[in-house]
């Protein structure tokens, strides 16, 4: 299926269990079983100390933002259509050395386009909410630490 | 730790297209032009070519590129992936395979066609994403540029470099591109101002902190030193050749790892300066790989021009401004304003300073520092004459 938004593939070898999540609501890190490491993005091999066993454990939802771009065109069609939009990379508060890339959103239905770019600032603390798109569940971030 | 090919191999040809858009060659056409005008330019006839070595990207073959051109046996072949990382690469495989005696005459090049299906990073939209892809696009993070961005942002934030140091970059790369007939940006004059007031692309990076779209070749012949002296052009020698993944390293978004703003050029140049008799306080004159203008800031800290997080103020007062800049860069006019062939012009602008026949020759300068792409595995060379 031919989809306009660029959507990652639930089924995927290494991120499914990730995908999973999401669906239920939860943010998860693939951690090692052996040595306890925690890595994103997800893979076969634990480089700290080369076990294949891993498990996911459950993250709080909360980080800050470590960086942040306001993408204009020329973009994808289905992008461009909410150009200017922001992408923010979030550094988890469990650890900051990981870090995912989201969407910064004003309410848990809200658009990728309606935070004003002049008021998102490095550094902010942020919390997860995930947004169904066709059959994934994205995370994205909302400002502050309440619900 | 000695180096096996230091000094071992020159360049002894270099062979360019005319650079345009929508050129109507195909990427087979393009490499083979500008490897024949390389061997005439060194004055070696195609038979004697015995090896080969390209960007994995290319999309005419080696055995395309040996039967259109009229090579001899090809007893190495070879092929460097990760795009812009490549450039310096393909060279330093052909470097070590004629000093290790697998080649005696190799070339390397670079063709592009931007306009070619599917030569955008970003064009295939079909697919459900796997891979690293996952983590970056669904969100809205799709070009090149708006992956360097995210790292540009926090440079910003973590080292207090600017939008004017950014511009300092843009505005030396133009000004020697006015210099050189050859580039595409020969009669067009930039100013502060226009800089200032370009388009946003992917905030923080403007339309001139981009690279040009850019169709075209360009390629080199290299040959043994001793072989070289009989040639007809003033050799220009492979001092030093290194290349890197660094640890944990993701392609072009590289923000999964402890220090993200420490990228590729680091490892690379800790082997090259180590193979090298030169230091960077001696290096006059270099090619920067500038496909976004932060990359230079950070291959200046990376190739240890100055300290971590100095790179922005490294660019003030001309710095990187032929004649009087403390390092002229990318004297042909780079990435950004020359043409964008996946940095392989910036390989030939090193050797034309080592030839001194530069449009922004720098007087003097013994040693040329090239880079390959900041932000994937890279590579590069220190050529002297
Ligand atoms: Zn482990």
């Not at chain 1, 002049?118 to 550094?123: F, L």
């Not at chain 2, 690379?268 to 306080?281: V, Y």
């Not at chain 2, 660019?315 to 964008?340: F, I």
């Amino acid at each position: 299926m031919e989809s306009a938004f660029l959507l990652p593939d639930p089924d995927d070898d290494d991120a499914a269990d990730f995908w999973r999540g999401t669906a239920r609501g939860e943010l998860l890190v693939q951690t090692c079983a052996a040595c306890g490491q925690r890595r994103i993005p997800p893979r076969p091999m634990c480089p700290a100390c080369r076990s294949l066993q891993h498990r996911w454990d459950k993250l709080s939802g909360c980080g800050t933002i470590w960086s942040f771009v306001i993408a204009h065109p020329p973009l994808l069609p289905a992008y461009q259509a909410l150009a200017p939009y922001n992408v923010i990379t979030v550094a988890l508060d469990e650890d900051p050395k990981l870090r995912l890339v989201g969407n910064l959103i004003a309410r848990p239905d809200g658009a990728i386009n309606e935070i004003d770019p002049a008021t998102i600032r490095i550094g902010e603390p942020v919390r997860v909410v995930f947004q169904q798109v066709e059959d994934v569940y994205l995370p994205r971030w909302i400002v502050g630490r309440g619900q | 730790m000695t180096s096996t090919i230091k000094d071992r191999t020159a360049i002894v040809g270099i062979g360019q297209t005319a650079f345009g858009k929508g050129l109507d060659a195909s990427e087979l056409s393009l490499a083979c032009q500008a490897i024949s005008l390389a061997l005439d330019d060194a004055g070696l006839a195609p038979s004697e070519v015995d090896g080969l070595a390209m960007f994995s990207m290319e999309s005419g073959r080696e055995v395309e590129v040996a039967r259109n051109v009229g090579l001899g046996d090809i007893t190495y072949f070879g092929e460097i992936g990760y795009g812009g990382g490549a450039g310096c690469g393909a060279v330093g495989h052909a470097a070590m395979a004629v000093a290790t005696g697998q080649c005696n005459v190799a070339v390397a090049w670079r063709a592009r066609k931007r306009s070619a299906k599917g030569s955008r990073p970003w064009a295939n939209v079909n697919a459900r994403l796997g891979g690293s892809n996952q983590w970056t696009r669904p969100f809205g993070l799709l070009r090149p540029v708006d992956e360097v961005a995210m790292l540009a942002r926090r440079y910003m934030h973590e080292f207090g470099c600017t939008r004017d140091h950014l511009a300092n970059v843009a505005l030396a790369f133009r000004k020697h591109a006015n210099r050189n007939p050859n580039a595409t940006m020969h009669e067009k004059p930039m100013t502060r101002a226009d800089y200032m007031k370009a388009r946003w692309i992917s905030e923080p990076l403007c339309l001139f902190d981009n690279c040009l779209e850019t169709d075209g070749a360009l390629a080199v012949v290299l040959v043994s030193a001793a072989r070289a002296k009989d040639l007809k052009q003033r050799p220009v020698y492979l001092h030093a050749f290194a290349q890197s993944i660094p640890r944990q390293h993701q392609v072009m978004t590289n923000y999964f790892t402890d220090d993200p703003l420490l990228g590729p050029s680091w490892a690379c140049a800790r082997l090259l300066w180590q193979h090298s008799d030169f230091a960077p306080r001696d290096v006059r004159v270099a090619q920067l790989y500038d496909a976004f203008s932060p990359l230079i800031p950070l291959s200046l800290e990376g190739y240890g021009f100055c300290g971590r997080g100095e790179g922005a103020a490294f660019t003030n007062d001309g710095a990187l401004e032929w004649p009087n800049g403390r390092l002229p860069t990318n004297t042909a006019g780079g990435g950004m304003s020359e043409a964008y062939v996946h940095g392989f012009n910036l390989v030939l602008e090193g050797v034309r300073q080592m030839r001194g026949t530069s449009t922004s020759q720098v007087d003097g300068a013994e040693s040329c520092l090239v880079t390959s792409g900041e932000g994937v595995p890279t590579s590069a060379l220190l050529l002297r004459r």
